[in-house]
C-alpha cells in the first residue's frame, strides 16, 4: 500500500511540473518547430561580453559570435576582432539592431545555392536578409553570393553583399566592400549589387573596390533597386558589371542599377566597367533605369574612366548620368 501511495504521489507531481513547463511555453509563445522561439532548439547566445544595450553592446569576436546576433536582433553589437566566417552564412533575418563593426573586418562571406523549381516569394540574401537598425564601420572582405535560378515564378531575388534589403529606418554606412567580391544571380527577376539589393534606406560614405556583379536583373555597385531614400557620399572604383540578358528593361549602373524618387548625392565612380554580353538594358554611370520623381535630388556626383564593352566586342566610354 505505501509503495502504491509514492507511486500515486510521483504521478501527481510529474503532471503538476509538465502543466508549469507548458504554460511556460504558452506564455513566451514559442512553438515547436520555431528554431527562433523555441528553447529546445534555441542555442544559448553568449558573446565575449556585453549586455546588448547601447552603453554595453555584445562584443563579436569570432564567427560563432557573429552568428549568434540572430537570436538578439534588436539588440546592440561590437566587433572586437577580425572575423573570419566559415562554411554556408545563412543571412541574419530582420536585424533591427545596431551592428558597429569598429573598423575590423568580416570576410569569407559565402552564401552559393541553386533554386531548381519555381520562384514565387522574394528572397533576400546577404550578411542581413533584411536591414531596418544600422550597419556601420566594417570592412566585408572576399565573400560572395552566387545563385544558380530558372526564370519561373513571380518571386525575386533581393541581394547585396551587406543585405537583401534596406528598409526606410535602416542605414549602411563606412562599410567598405572589396577583396575579390562577388554577387552573381542568374534570374531576369533580380535586384543585385554589392553593398544592398533593394533600398529605401540610407546608404553613406561606403566604398566599393574590385568587386564583381554578374546578373540579367537590376546591376549595380551599391543599390540594384532603390525606391525612395538616399545614397550619399560613397565611392565605386575597379567595379566589374557583367550584364547577361536580351531585350531587358532593366537598369544597369555603378552606383544605382533601377531608381525610383530616390536621392543621390556626392558620389564618385571611377575606371570601372559594364560589360553588356546581349543587346537590351538601360546603362547609366549614376543609374541605369531612372524614374525622375518631383522633389527628387541628383548633385554633386562625379565620374572618370569608366568604359562599356558592347555586345559587338567594342569598346566605349560613358558619360550619361543616366539610362
Known sequence: MYLIFRMKKLLQMSCVIALVLVGSVMLLGCGRNDPYCDPIQRPEVE??????ISSDPFLIASGIHMNQVRYSPDSYFKIINDIVLTGQWAPIPNFTGVLDGDDFTISNMRHHATISGSLNTTVRLGLFQSLSGVAKNFTLANSSIIIGSNHRGSGWIDAGLVAGNLAPTG???????????????????????????????????????????????DSAG???????????????????????????????????????????????????????????????????????????????????????RMPNGATQNMNNQFG
Open 47 to 52: 558573446f565575449a561580453g556585453g549586455t546588448g
Open 171 to 217: 542605414i549602411i554606412e563606412n562599410v567598405m566592400v572589396v577583396g575579390a567580391s562577388r554577387v552573381e544571380i542568374h534570374r531576369h527577376q533580380s535586384r543585385i549589387a554589392a553593398i544592398v539589393g533593394t533600398s529605401s534606406g540610407t546608404v553613406r560614405n561606403c566604398t566599393v573596390i574590385g568587386t564583381e556583379v554578374r546578373g540579367n536583373g
Open 222 to 308: 551599391i543599390i540594384g533597386g532603390m525606391f525612395g531614400g538616399s545614397v550619399d557620399n560613397n565611392s565605386v572604383s575597379n567595379l566589374y558589371i557583367w550584364h547577361h540578358r536580351t531585350g531587358a528593361d532593366r537598369g544597369i549602373g555603378l552606383v544605382v542599377g533601377f531608381s525610383d524618387n530616390g536621392h543621390l548625392r556626392d558620389n564618385i565612380a571611377m575606371y570601372s566597367r559594364i560589360h553588356r554580353d546581349n543587346i537590351g538594358g538601360r546603362f547609366g554611370v549614376l543609374a541605369g533605369n531612372h524614374i525622375n520623381r518631383p522633389g527628387r535630388i541628383v548633385n554633386g556626383n562625379s565620374w572618370s574612366g569608366i568604359t562599356q
